[in-house]
């Protein structure tokens, strides 16, 4: 069983829909939670980063992250057609190196129709 | 300001040759982090850079891949003797400084076929 279990869709909305994606993980030692974008054949890109249990709001994007059920979740408001990509849930113990070795969900595909 | 880069974006391998990826991270970020993408699944953790400093290597899937960043900003991911396990996207990330809060920002990515 993966560390981090994804659910990969594909996911397929019309615009202006309430989207909800999640991520369930194994790992109590996780502490650093990321939600990332991924354009067809680009690297991913960063959308929001929470540090422990709570909400994060920004923009159209809240994240939440629940460490009592090992559950993260990221809702997207108002759906464009151009948040279509790839979602890509990643996690992060905290490592006595001070970094984020991020470990990574397999991806949501997202499509938002006209 | 330029992003990550990497190079070549392409590569088309036969099974058994050695193939060189180079990454270009942001000027002056410390950490540097290569990560291989299979089709249909998130990155995975290869390795870790703090400046020319490699202080983790956990996720080198086998003796065939080593990695360097001799001065501290280029880096280069080899594999040697490449087989079709090791067909995938190889990501490179690097991110200002050492931290927990310090964002990482992906390249392209280099996509490697081995036939």
């Known amino acids: 069983q993966k560390e981090v279990e994804q659910d990969p869709g594909p996911l397929s909305v019309p615009e202006g829909a309430i989207v909800s994606l999640n991520c369930t993980y194994s790992n109590s030692a996780f502490q650093y939670f ?12 960063l959308l929001m ?18 460490k009592s059920s090992k559950y993260i979740s990221l809702f997207i408001r108002d759906s464009q057609p151009s948040d279509s990509a ?3 849930c990643a ?6 190196g001070g970094y984020n070795k991020l470990i990574f969900g397999a991806g949501t595909r997202l499509a938002v129709h006209p | 300001g330029a992003g990550v ?8 391998a ?7 990826l180079r990454c270009d991270p942001i000027s002056g970020h410390v950490s540097l ?34 990695a360097e960043r001799p001065e501290g900003s280029v880096s280069t991911l080899k594999i040697q ?16 400084a050492q931290g927990f809060y310090y964002e990482q920002y992906f390249g392209p990515g280099t996509r490697l076929t081995v036939t």
Not at chain 1, 49 to 66: I, L, M, P
Not at chain 2, 14 to 20: I, L, T
Not at chain 2, 37 to 60: C, H, M, R, V, W
Not at chain 2, 81 to 96: G, I, M
């Open chain 1, 91 to 96: 996690m992060s113990p905290h490592l006595s």
């Open chain 2, 14 to 20: 036969k099974r058994g040759q050695d193939v060189a």
């Open chain 2, 81 to 96: 003797r490449t087989q079709q396990e090791d067909s995938a996207v190889y990501l490179c990330a690097s991110s200002l």
């Open chain 1, 34 to 45: 990321m939600w990332y974008r991924q354009y067809s054949r680009k690297g991913p890109e």
């Open chain 2, 33 to 66: 982090f290569w990560y291989q993408q299979a089709l249909g699944q998130g990155p995975e953790f290869l390795t870790y850079f703090q400046n020319e400093a490699q202080l983790d290597k956990s996720g080198l899937p086998s003796d065939r891949f080593f």
């Open chain 2, 5 to 12: 880069s990497q190079s070549p974006r392409y590569k088309v």
């Open chain 1, 86 to 88: 790839t979602y890509l």
């Open chain 1, 49 to 66: 980063y929470t540090y422990s249990s709570g909400n994060k709001e920004d923009g159209r994007f809240t994240a939440q992250v629940d």
